[in-house]
């Protein structure tokens, strides 16, 4: 969709420029430019060719009448005098004047044949007018040859063009300004080179030249025109960045200067055109949101045009940079709208779409803790790490386009089959989690998957269930959850137990049971840990674990805690009645230790049911990484106040020798996993040895889980374990049956 929408945009910006070009939209801009590096490229005129000016001096000694015939003849005779060239007029002698006038300039004429030209301008057409032929009258052309004086001004005359030559009844006519370079190359329409300072122009007044007032030597082997330049007159023009209007001659002179160059070119707007637009369709196909490509372009077309005007060839250049600048423009508010605004990354609208797609896999990639890595480090750290990630998750497989959200990655893969995607996943997780342990030294972001199978659905509602999947395997500490069919299954199944478990935490009903915990040596029961076991409205039993995922994953765990804590410091009276040494104990999950409120709850708890506080023991489980800066205050508290913790589940997910070192416990319990495979793995037995002797060198009591038989009782015993659980003693019982077991003062063994 993305790219689409950037090749339309590229389209269009290519199609403007080309219609700009053809309608000359930008030539003001255009002209402006090309006066702007005339102006920075500004250099005195060769003195090779001279005006003759007939301003308002020549009139004023005329009385106000421009020369005649008479006086140009005699001005004629005295510059070839002087050794000139050539002579050229910027007046044509198309009409009558006196026939003594008449004859005495034909016979001048006569006497230089072949070096004096006269302007002349064919029949033309500006808009919907004609303007007729300005032709010298025939008499004078016999000797006197005829150069075109006509060009072509811009629509705000701002520049103006000359033709090298003209077509006239069959004949190639030379220009005023090719006449003047002597040009003999071939026929082109050029722009004269305004960086030839006119005011630099060797000029004389008519007059003076008429009456001899300049040397001979200002002449000699010159080529000179002769034009109006009177303050009356209305052959001035425009010359933008210069003082006011000049005359029209100064401009075939400036012409002349550029055409010894060489030959002229004018490419117009193609080359330009061209290079914007393949710098558009590399930026529109480039999976990046830079605009270098068209900056290069554009700063590059800027500079080249002061060299080609050096070398005598014109490229316009405004309708490149305009399609240059529209296309910008519109591909920066791509860029807002579908790229992440801190990294370069797109967001998940960029690689949307309304229709499936059977033949990609959705991903979603949780970066747990980002805005607590944010804090930490800059901007530009963050940028690198998220960017390091997309790197990794392209690699070198099938992966397009990845986009980032809030704290998550998505992208399409090539779909797999289940057993495949289960265990790329995996790999994936693992990889990233690696990656970032060794390449950013950070422990506390685990990457969690989530994964979209869900083939018939329109791609931008799958990546929103991958993003949502992603966000409950962070939840739920799991490397990846793969949202198909059965895990939506499950997730309604968990939905349900919400659900049930919301109106259980209303009625404050939720039922639990005791399981003993026994000394090993002495065969007494010394403890308790409380277990839910729980009949919703006397239907089946709901399953513990599942009933815990779901209160973590509906935000409600420590609302769970609290009703199981009361339900079993209740009880718990009644058993401290027959041994004032009997330990309570009740699940907790660590990261709660970082929740004050939850601490507060449970402090009023004991105080209202008046239950010791040393005979309770918090078990805590957990299976993310603990931040120690946030849950020690909440340590120290517990402890000054008598309350026992207890490691659970040790030696599985997060509960390791970094536990030991962060909770400061009394009790660790060995995972039941090890405890049951002690009768037939000797790396068990090995694991169950060593961690009572690391936790009897830190003076923890250690309790093993999970024992089933006597044998299995004998060997902890004789390890040095000290207390013991399991279905050999008894399996979660109410608390009356409790009472009665520990009312009998005999050894506790499950009949």
Not at 177 to 204: N, Q
Not at 469 to 498: K, P, Q, S, T
Not at 574 to 591: C, E, G, H, T, Y
Not at 606 to 627: H, I, Q, S, V, W
């Amino acid at each position: 969709m993305l790219r689409r929408k950037r090749i339309q945009v590229a389209v269009f910006a290519i199609l403007f420029g080309i219609v700009s070009s053809l309608i000359e939209l930008p030539l003001p801009a255009e002209d402006m430019y090309r006066a702007v590096r005339a102006e920075l490229r500004i250099r005195p005129a060769p003195r090779d060719i001279v005006m003759i000016a007939i301003d308002d001096k020549t009139l004023n000694a005329f009385e106000r009448n421009l020369p005649t015939r008479v006086e140009d003849s005699a001005v004629i005779d005295r510059l070839f005098a002087s050794g000139v060239r050539k002579v050229a007029f910027d007046r044509a002698h198309a009409d009558l004047e006196s026939p003594r006038a008449d004859e005495m300039f034909a016979q001048t004429l006569a006497r230089h044949s072949g070096k004096v030209w006269l302007g002349m301008a064919p029949s033309h057409n500006v808009g919907l007018q004609e303007v007729g032929e300005i032709i010298p009258r025939p008499e004078f052309r016999r000797h006197a040859n005829a150069a075109a004086m006509n060009g072509i001004g811009s629509v705000f005359g701002l520049s103006v063009t000359f033709p090298t030559s003209v077509a006239y009844e069959g004949q190639a006519m030379p220009s005023l300004s090719a006449v003047l370079a002597d040009y003999s190359g071939p026929a082109r329409m050029y722009r004269p080179d305004y960086a030839f300072d006119p005011r630099t122009i060797p000029t004389y007044s008519y007059v003076d030249v008429y009456r001899g007032r300049v040397p001979a030597s200002k002449f000699a082997g010159l080529n000179v025109i002769i034009g109006k330049a009177y303050y009356e007159s209305a052959d001035f023009y425009t010359m933008p960045l210069r003082d006011g209007k000049i005359p029209g001659a100064y401009f075939h002179i400036m012409g002349a200067h550029s055409l010894k160059r060489g030959v002229p070119m004018d490419l117009m707007w193609f080359p330009a055109l061209i290079l914007a637009a393949g710098a558009i369709l590399v930026q529109a196909l480039s999976p990046r949101r830079t605009s270098k490509p068209l900056w290069m372009v554009a700063l590059a077309l800027l500079t080249v045009t002061f060299v080609l005007d050096e070398l005598s060839i014109n490229i316009d250049i405004m309708s490149a940079l305009l399609a240059m600048g529209g296309a910008a423009f519109f591909f920066h508010r791509i860029n807002r709208k579908y790229f992440s605004s801190d990294f370069d990354a797109m967001t998940t609208s960029a690689i949307s779409s309304d229709k499936p797609s059977e033949e990609r896999d959705v991903y979603a990639l949780k970066i747990a803790n980002l805005a607590e890595m944010s804090e930490e480090w800059s901007a530009r750290e963050i940028g690198d790490f998220v960017n390091t990630l997309i790197a990794y998750v392209k690699g070198p497989g099938e992966v397009g386009d990845v986009a980032f959200e809030r704290d998550l990655l998505v992208w399409l893969a090539p779909r797999m089959e289940t057993v495949e995607l289960e265990r790329h996943a995996d790999g994936l997780a693992l990889m990233l989690k690696t990656a970032i342990n060794h390449d950013w030294q950070s422990t506390n972001s685990s990457p969690a998957l989530g994964i979209d199978t869900n083939y018939d659905l329109p791609v931008a509602l799958r990546i929103k269930k991958a993003m949502q999947a992603a966000d409950e395997a962070a939840a739920r500490g799991v490397r990846f959850i793969i949202n198909d069919a059965a895990h939506l299954e499950a997730r309604n199944h968990r939905l349900e137990l919400i659900r049930v478990l919301e109106k259980g935490l209303r009625n404050r009903n939720i039922g639990v049971a005791y399981q003993p915990k026994i000394d090993l040596s002495s065969g007494r029961i010394v403890g308790a840990e409380t277990l839910i076991r729980w009949q919703p409205d006397g239907g089946e039993f709901i399953n513990p674990q599942e009933l815990v995922l779901a209160a973590e994953a509906g935000d409600r765990i420590n609302e769970l805690t609290l009703v199981v804590m009361e339900a079993a410091l209740l009880d718990g009276k009644q058993a401290i009645a027959l041994d004032p040494r009997f330990k309570l104990a009740v699940n907790m999950s660590a990261k709660s230790l970082s929740d004050t409120h939850l601490l507060f709850d449970i402090m009023t708890l004991l105080g209202r049911y008046d239950f010791p506080p040393e005979n309770l023991t918090l078990e805590l489980t957990e299976t993310a990484k603990l931040e120690d800066h946030r849950i020690a205050p909440q340590i120290a508290a517990l402890k000054a106040r008598g309350i026992c913790l207890s490691i659970d589940d040790f030696g599985t997910g997060q509960s390791n020798l970094e536990y030991i070192e962060k909770l400061p416990s009394s009790e660790l319990k060995i995972d039941k996993r090890f405890v049951q495979h002690m009768a037939t793995s000797e790396e068990s037995r090995a694991v169950v040895r060593a961690t009572i002797e690391i936790a009897h060198s830190l003076g923890k009591i250690v309790v093993a889980e999970g024992v089933e038989d006597l044998s299995v009782a004998a060997t902890l015993k004789a390890m040095g374990c000290d207390h013991a659980q399991g279905y050999l003693f008894s399996r979660a019982i109410a608390m009356p049956e409790l009472l009665a077991m520990m009312g009998g003062g005999r050894a506790a063994l499950n009949a």
